[in-house]
Each structure stands twice: as structure tokens, then as C-alpha cells.
RNA sequence: GGAGAGGUAGCGCAGUCCGGCCUAACGCGCCCGCUUGGAAAGCGGGUAUACCGCAAGGUAUCGUGGGUUCGAAUCCCACCCUCUCCGCCA
């Protein structure tokens, strides 16, 4: 959520961001006048409970029983007046809520201006491109060969897009897992489990409600919504406090399921265990003062970087314009892994600064050493990869002629033993 | 799921029976000053957040949401959470 001073401020700004992001900008306008309406409001609203509020003191002090019962009667009527106003000002306050939320972050100026994905800029390409001197198959063909992808029996157990791993398979995600985190914590994050079903308000504290209902798995008995991502749990973590200076940055990594409707056709961008409505994903996550957030991005685009040359993944850095940008964000960079078999770049990490957009919204604030006023944090959040593209990639490079699978060497430790899938 | 006890400002607590001197006491912690060679102790002062207002100042918040009232931390209703015991259970 953005500060509405800087709306009433600099709406030109807003509206830039706005075009640039291809989206309309007349919601401006609504907030501003809402905005004029519910300051008139508040300024009659308020005088006459302070008149009521001095009467009302009076009155407890008034000997005389006929001044007494008068002050009541005026105040009684004062009263009905204030019921009235304090309505009128519910309802203002609330379109005004409703049309906040809705309005996305500011862009970067650096950002590049473009229509869509297909301007996202390509900073630079890492790794080798394995050369292979037979045809990579994709891992949905793979998977089943090798027995370790079973598409059928998740269709049978819960419906289109869930798969069941079986073997090495399931074992070789658990070794990502189980790698990643510790990747993780010596990159200097300190590891959460947080529950992976949450309330409606936490939701709305990470940005993903109202706007993204669609998108959710939710449990009406109880009122409660399964996560789409670790970013969720990290951000509601803090929701109204407020930390110590001292103790920021603070970075954390989570390793959660991920539940998502994607109520997107079928067709090649969901074949085989691409896009699954529940996926595992390792996160990243940082709380910071706002003058670190830039060189806390440029971390944690870095040990992204590093998880995937570690598992020897040749990737590229891609910056995404303002057409493709998140909600949230400010600046996102997307991590893609290629993956042999599909031959294709697969995004397996967005790493975004959302300055204090989700702050905003979920009111954390740091303490100043100095004694001045809180301020609100910055929050930063990067996938330390998505584990079924990474899974992808890592079962597809490393297939060889006979269709058999070298494990990277860094996974083995965790493989127990299992060097070679055949 | 059942019974009981609770939720008050950073923490601990008082206040709630019986509405208005609550502008929320008191203690601890923290900050500033005095004192000191320096410190402790002591003494004095300060110490929530948000919003409105050029300002003076004002408004709201005692778990949450409603209600009664001129006026609610206090009375009424509903809900949430925590603790103890019971039940159930990986």
C-alpha cells in the first residue's frame, strides 16, 4: 500500500507509474477527492465531539437539575449528529481503503518502460549451455521413464496438474530442500517453519488480498487459506511490530508448499510439472532499513545467482520492465534456469525489492537508535528457487545418452548414496 | 469440544462490583539532567500509536466488533486470543 501524503503530494508520480505499468490512472482522482471528503469530514466530525466531550464534563459537574437536563437534551442531539457524520465517514474511509489496496507500487525509475514480459531485459547470461550429442528428452517423458514422476496416480488421487514423485524423485527434491536451506543459512538467513495455512488478514498484510482472491486455496469451515508462497508467513511474521534497529537486517529462509488455483488453460506452458496448483519452493527474506534495501537486493540476487551455479544451472538475469512488474514490487530481477529437454529458460526466482509497500500494510516499523520517530522497514523477498522448474532443469541437463541421470555433486550428501537416477 | 481464569500503553500490575475527579495510578525498564575522578545509589524531569489542523489544539484507541448513555476501561450482546483442568489425538 502506498502512503496517501505521497498520493496527495506527487500524484503525478502516481499516474506516471500507473501509465508505465499499462494500467489506468484515473483512480487518482478518486482517491484524491475521496481523500479532500473525508478530511472535511473528519474536521466537522471532530469539533463536535469535543463540544460533546466538554459538555459532557459539565454536565457530571451541573448542581442545577433543569440546566443539567438541558445540556442532555442539546447533547443528545449533538449526538445524533456525530452517529451520522461518523457514518458518513466510515463509508468514505472505507472506498478510500478499498481504492488504496488496489494500487500497485511505484516502479524504480530505473526500471525499463514496456508493454509486457517480452521487454524484460536480459542483463546477462551465466554458464554453458550444455551441448549434447543426442536429443534431450523433456522430463515429462523422463520422469515416467525412470519411474519417478508419477503423472497418473496424482491425477487419480486430486485432479489435473498434481503429480506424485516416487524414489529418487521425491528424494532428490527433499536433497534441494534439505541443500537449499543450508545454502541458505550460511549465505546468512536464519531458517523459519511457519505454518503453511494462514487468516484472511495476513493475506492482506503480504498484498495478496483483496486483489489475488482468485488465486487461493481457501478453507471455508475454519476461515482459513492455504499459502501461495513462504512470502506470505514471512511478512504477516512481524505484522504491527516494531523492531530494534540494531536487530536489521534481519533475513530469513523458509522452506514452504505453495498452493495455487492458476485458473489458466491447459497447454504447453503447464505440461508436465511446470505450473502445479501445490509446488515447493525454498524462500528468502529480508527485513531492512530503507537505505539498505538496494544493496540487500543486490544480496540476494547474488545468492540466488549462487544457488543456481552451485547446482551448475546455466541461467540468466533478466530485469523485469514495468508492464511485467509485481504488484509489490519496486524492483524485480527473475532468475531462469534452461532447461535441456523443453528447451526453454524456466523462471525459477523472482527477487524483488518492495521497499515499504508490504510494511505499509502489515505496519512494521523499526526503532530508531536515535530516538526519532519509527519508521517503516523495507521487506525484500527472492525464491531461493521454485523446486519443480529447478527439479526440471537439474533431471534435464543432467540426462545422459542412455537416459539416466547424474545427480549434482553438491546434492549427493543428501541423496544417500544415490549417485546416478536410472 | 467442555469447565474455569484472564486480555489495561515496552514489561509487570491497579482500576471494572457501584459509569463522570481515568487527562488510566503504582512498580520495573529505558532516555535526559543533577550528583561523581568515573560509576552505583539518590534526586528531578521525560517515556504509546494513528489521524485532523498553518498553529494553538483536537479526535480515536483499555483484545475485536456492536449496543445502552449527555458521557463507557467500567454496564449489555457477540466474537477472537492466552493460561489451567478435562476430553480427543499424530
Known amino acids: 500500500m502506498l502512503d496517501l501524503n505521497f498520493i496527495r503530494e506527487q500524484p503525478e508520480v502516481l499516474r506516471k507509474a500507473l501509465t508505465d505499468r499499462q494500467m489506468d490512472s ?22 463536535l465531539k469535543a463540544q460533546r466531550n466538554s459538555v459532557s464534563k459539565e454536565i457530571s459537574q451541573t448542581k442545577d437539575a433543569a440546566l443539567k437536563q ?36 511505484i516502479p524504480d525509475p ?37 519411474g519417478i514422476i508419477d503423472f497418473d496416480r496424482g491425477v487419480k488421487l486430486t485432479g489435473s496438474r498434481f503429480y506424485v514423485l516416487n524414489g529418487a524423485g521425491a528424494r532428490l527434491q527433499r536433497a534441494l530442500i534439505a541443500w537449499m536451506l543450508d545454502l541458505h543459512s550460511r549465505q546468512g538467513y536464519e531458517e523459519r517453519y511457519t505454518p ?30 492455504m499459502v501461495p508462497t513462504a512470502e506470505v508467513p ?21 522452506y514452504t508448499p505453495c498452493f495455487r488455483r492458476e485458473k489458466m488453460s491447459a497447454g504447453r506452458d503447464v505440461r508436465g510439472i511446470k505450473r502445479g496448483h501445490q509446488f515447493d519452493k525454498v524462500e528468502m527474506y529480508i527485513y531492512c532499513k530503507p537505505e539498505e534495501s538496494m544493496r540487500e537486493l543486490e544480496k540476494m540476487l547474488a545468492d540466488g545467482e549462487e544457488t543456481c551455479k552451485l547446482l551448475g544451472l546455466p541461467y540468466r538475469v533478466k530485469r523485469l520492465c514495468t508492464g511485467d512488474l509485481g504488484f509489490n514490487s519496486v524492483i524485480t530481477y527473475d532468475l531462469e534456469v534452461w532447461a535441456a529437454g523443453c528447451g526453454e529458460w524456466l523462471e525459477v526466482s523472482s527477487v524483488s525489492n518492495v521497499g515499504d509497500f508490504q510494511a505499509r500494510r ?11 520517530r519509527n519508521r517503516l522497514v ?26 539416466s541421470i547424474r545427480v549434482p555433486e553438491v546434492l549427493r550428501p543428501w541423496m544417500g548414496g544415490i549417485e546416478i537416477i536410472r
Open 362 to 372: 502489515a505496519n512494521i516499523k523499526y526503532k530508531p537508535e536515535d530516538g526519532s
Open 26 to 47: 484515473s483512480v487518482v482522482d478518486n482517491v484524491l477527492s475521496l481523500d479532500t471528503e473525508r478530511r472535511a469530514l473528519l474536521v466537522k466530525v471532530e469539533t
Open 378 to 403: 523495507h521487506t525484500l523477498n527472492g525464491s531461493g528457487l521454485g523446486m519443480p522448474r529447478t527439479m526440471i532443469a537439474v533431471l534435464e541437463n543432467n540426462q545422459q545418452a542412455d537416459g
Open 110 to 146: 530505473s526500471t525499463p518502460v514496456g508493454i509486457d514480459e517480452s521487454e524484460n531485459v536480459v542483463l546477462r547470461t551465466e554458464g554453458e549451455i550444455p551441448v549434447l550429442d543426442f536429443t534431450p528428452l523433456p522430463h515429462w517423458e523422463l520422469g515416467p521413464k525412470l
Open 196 to 225: 503453511f495455512m494462514v487468516k484472511a488478514e495476513t493475506l492482506y498484510s503480504a498484498g495478496q488480498l483483496p486483489k489475488f482472491v482468485d488465486n487461493l486455496y481457501h478453507d471455508i469451515e475454519e476461515d482459513l487459506w
Open 70 to 105: 438541558e445540556k442532555i437534551l442539546a447533547m443528545r442531539t449533538v449526538g445524533d449528529e456525530i452517529a451520522a457524520l461518523d457514518e458518513s465517514t466510515r463509508s468514505v474511509e472505507e472506498k478510500l481503503q478499498a481504492l488504496l489496496a488496489s494500487i500497485p507500487n
Open 234 to 254: 514471512l511478512t504477516g511474521m512481524y505484522r504491527d511490530e516494531v523492531l530494534e534497529e540494531a536487530s536489521l537486517p534481519q533475513r530469513f529462509t523458509a
